[in-house]
């Protein structure tokens, strides 16, 4: 293996391109980078390896499994098990100034922008507000001016629930500042049905076209704006439009996909959230032993709840909170309400500030060609997806839903 310095960086080819100006060196020091080109269409851009052998793995369910100990003792071997590593696609063209700007990311306070002040994103600035004492500041935007002046008026009279506590401040900058953050929240919907609309239907995806279509825009400004930081899809269906996001960034001006726009990991969805929290609240009901259950897979259909992940996993229990959870929803517009606030909370304000602080966090990653929820974090080396033994009928389930969602995306193109 050869290895080279570039701004601070040890870069070490493995099929991808050095960029002008790296100059050999002896031996890898942290950071490490190792570059790869691979099709971008269907693989990750930006992650962690701790261990050699996850250089190559192939993208899919694996990637949630133990990874195989690569059988080598050589020095670069030794390193990355030491040290961790980064893995890089040099077939985006925008691979070194995005992760140059993760390693660089500030350990105090952020800044955030929130679109939309609907229910969910309002339930969610309220929460932000509240929760955020790491941040410092929360944009907001909303094509209601009206409604926009009233958030900031109301937010920035709360009051911290302690002393001395520093709460983040509401801000109202123009559209084209909205990119100027760390990580931005996009929670607006064109399309909500009203409880009693739904007829069996299921809502999150009766919402996907009109949706995408007011996405496109800030897809585009996000690319043009040179965005480094994270994109937080919160509206509805997430993990679908999550990857819609990634590509329209990617469309030059002839809708082309030129790999010009953001990486896949700087898009992440963040829907599961509130799946986990109801799945717990359906498993007390029960009696059942919350302690090690997870939820993965998208925010709708398709949705995976297990009671535990290994030998204890239990097949009818977890088929049973699968369907109370994924059926949760319904549960509240029968009641008449639009049921946004454990969302707004669980899934947006609450997971977001984990993923920001580099906490485990439920969320929709990309793996291969499609966004998929499970546990991960934003780690030192880059984006991480929570490893451990699964259950063989857990895994069967997993790729049953993630082979569904990469059929979904098989139709959308753009």
């Not at 002008?20 to 890898?28: D, V």
């Not at 105090?108 to 507000?129: E, F, P, Q, W």
């Not at 939820?295 to 204890?312: I, M, Q, S, T």
Request: net charge negative.
């Amino acid at each position: 293996m050869e290895f080279f310095r570039y701004r601070d960086f040890c870069l070490c080819p493995c099929g991808g391109a050095l960029p002008a100006g790296a100059e050999p060196a002896e031996a890898p020091f942290s950071p490490l980078l190792m570059l790869v080109s691979r099709d971008p269409l269907v693989s990750r851009g930006f992650f962690a390896i701790r261990d050699l052998s996850e250089l190559d793995e192939p993208e899919g369910i694996g990637l949630l499994l133990p990874p195989q100990t690569a059988d080598r003792t050589d020095g670069l071997a030794r390193f990355v098990a030491k040290h961790g590593a980064s893995v890089v696609n040099t077939a985006f063209s925008r691979w070194f100034p995005v992760v140059e700007a993760y390693r660089k990311r500030s350990a105090g306070g952020r800044c955030v922008s929130l679109v939309g002040l609907g229910n969910v994103g309002g339930t969610t600035a309220i929460a932000l507000k509240l929760l955020g004492t790491g941040l410092e500041t929360i944009a907001l935007y909303d094509a209601d001016e009206n409604r926009r002046l009233r958030y900031e008026g109301e937010l920035n009279q709360i009051l911290p629930v302690c002393d001395g506590q520093r709460l983040p401040q509401i801000v109202l900058p123009p559209q084209e500042e909205l990119f100027c953050c760390d990580a931005l929240l996009f929670t607006a919907a064109r399309s909500v049905p009203e409880a009693g609309q739904e007829q069996g239907r299921d809502v999150r995806m009766m919402q996907y076209e009109t949706n995408r279509e007011l996405l496109r825009g800030f897809a585009k400004e996000a690319r043009e704006a040179d965005f480094k930081g994270l994109f937080a899809q919160i509206s509805d269906p997430v993990d679908q439009l999550s990857r819609a996001v990634f590509l329209m960034s990617n469309q030059n001006e002839r809708g082309e996909l030129d790999w010009n726009g953001l990486l896949p990991e700087q898009v992440r969805g963040f829907g599961l959230g509130v799946m986990h929290a109801r799945a717990i609240y359906y498993a007390g009901q029960d009696g059942a032993d919350a302690e090690k259950l997870c939820a993965f897979g998208p925010h709708g259909k398709g949705l995976v709840v297990a009671n535990a992940p290994d030998e204890r996993y239990d097949a009818a229990l977890s088929l049973r909170l699968t369907r109370q959870t994924e059926e949760a929803n319904l549960a509240i517009r029968k009641l008449g309400y639009k049921p946004y606030l454990a969302p707004g909370i669980s899934s947006a304000a609450v997971s977001v500030l984990r993923a920001l602080r580099g906490e485990w966090h439920d969320a929709a990653a990309p793996i291969g060609g499609a966004y998929f929820g499970c546990r991960s974090r934003l780690g030192e080396n880059g984006p991480e997806l929570l490893r451990q033994p699964l259950h063989k009928e857990l895994v069967r389930r997993l790729e049953q839903s993630y082979g569904e969602l990469r059929r979904f995306h098989a139709q959308w193109t753009d």
